[in-house]
């Protein structure tokens, strides 16, 4: 490594917490009081002199800087320091240290050393306690277990729950947020399938008028004829004023006034007399007839989604022939057995004279969306002599439900 690289990599440094500094130093200093007043924890030992007391007590006191760290190794070193400290005189500051280095080897510890040191200081009290009882055989030595315990076992017990309680409340906060994300997801599909159903409703509604406009429009700019400018301007002011009508209705839809606006009849297969009547005046001047033919079963409803369906695949496959279909006849078909709901057009296909409006494809899309949204089939294309489209949708509530 070159020196411009190491120096413009520094090294990593060590810094223990702010708290952990200060529980250092106040422990070492509190230990180094109650030596200096003469408090030791274990007077009937003389193995070593007074101030050897002091040497666990030093120790122990800069692995409070490692507490978070490295709570192994303070812990280690905390076993080890407190063992010595009860062949002194003994310092309760000692102690104190290694209750907390204990405590921490639970809190910020590995997983797998948090879930063991709880039942091995448990098993650690019981063992001193029944080991004092059978070897002293006095009341008080049932002390030498619950000191026991309260120096070992009770830190971990405590840091265990701490960490459970933190853990939970991570686990909370992490489903918290989940469950944000799902609700933005959910939300954000919502938008876009409405935007999807708005732009369908806005299509199939809209685009028969404008188609028909467009054509007699054009019909009558190149005939220079009175009676047929004439004729395709009364096309052109009824298609305009129905698709105002449609246009006011979907207005109204998206501003959705409240309980008091008036209900806005859905349209359903029951009005495709009068859409094919429509479609009868706009295409006279392109040569072409319209023939419905309803072989559905009287008095068998079908769900509202399925009628709306229906009704604007047709309304479609019309605005599409009113476009493209060559002179002829076009024939509607609408069938309902085994639980399906079929429907058929067929269109003359070819080249036909006079004007043509101009198509983008978004009427067959939006058809195709109609179809599988309800769990149907859809297909659309040339056979023969004929464009025919084809949409098979569920007749059953619980299948358009389920």
């Not at 047709?314 to 476009?323: C, I, P, R």
């Not at 098979?392 to 509530?397: D, F, G, K, Y």
Request: contains cysteine.
């Amino acid at each position: 490594m070159t020196p411009t690289t190491a120096a413009a990599t520094p090294a990593r440094t060590f810094r223990p917490h702010r708290d952990d500094v200060l529980l250092a130093v106040c422990s070492v200093l509190a230990g180094l009081v109650l030596w200096s007043l003469g408090v030791y924890s274990t007077n009937n030992r003389h193995f070593l002199p007074p101030w050897a007391a002091l040497v666990p007590l030093l120790v122990l006191g800069p692995m409070e800087l490692l507490r978070r760290t490295a709570p192994r190794v303070t812990l280690a070193v905390g076993t080890v320091g407190v063992i010595a400290d009860q062949f002194t005189v003994g310092n309760l500051g000692t102690v104190l240290i290694f209750t907390d280095l204990m405590y921490a080897a639970v809190v910020y510890g590995k997983p797998a050393m948090a879930r063991r040191l709880p039942i091995t200081t448990g098993l650690v009290t019981v063992a001193v306690t029944v080991t004092a009882v059978a070897w002293l055989r006095t009341p008080q030595s049932l002390m030498i277990g619950v000191i026991t315990g309260i120096v070992c076992f009770g830190p971990a017990l405590t840091g265990a729950t701490l960490r459970n309680h933190r853990e939970a409340a991570e686990a909370a906060r992490l489903r918290a947020e989940q469950t944000a994300l799902l609700a933005e997801m959910d939300r954000s599909q919502a938008v876009v399938a409405e935007r999807a159903r708005m732009a369908r409703e806005l299509h199939d509604m809209v685009a028969n008028h404008l188609s028909a406009i467009a054509i007699h429009s054009t019909a009558a700019l190149s005939i220079d004829s009175p009676a047929t400018s004439r004729e395709a301007l009364g096309v052109i002011r009824e298609n305009s004023v129905q698709g105002l009508a449609e246009m006011r209705r979907l207005i109204g839809l998206l501003r959705d006034a409240g309980a008091e606006q008036e209900a806005v009849a859905t349209p359903s297969l029951d009005g495709l007399d009068a859409l094919l009547e429509q479609a009868r005046v706009n295409g006279a001047a392109s040569g072409l007839d319209f023939v419905l033919h309803d072989d559905r079963p009287p008095g068998e409803p079908l769900p509202a989604p399925v009628e709306l369906a229906g009704y604007r695949i047709v309304q479609e496959s019309l605005t599409n022939a009113l476009k493209h279909a060559a002179p002829g006849t076009v024939r509607v078909r609408v069938t309902r057995a085994d639980g399906v709901l079929a429907v058929r057009v067929e269109s003359p296909y070819g080249d036909r004279p006079g004007p043509r409006a101009p198509g983008s494809g978004a009427g067959l899309i939006g058809m195709r969306e109609r179809t599988e949204l309800l769990g149907g089939e859809f297909s659309a294309g040339r056979t023969g002599s004929l464009w025919l489209v084809r949409a098979e949708l569920p007749a059953e509530e619980k299948a358009v439900t389920g």
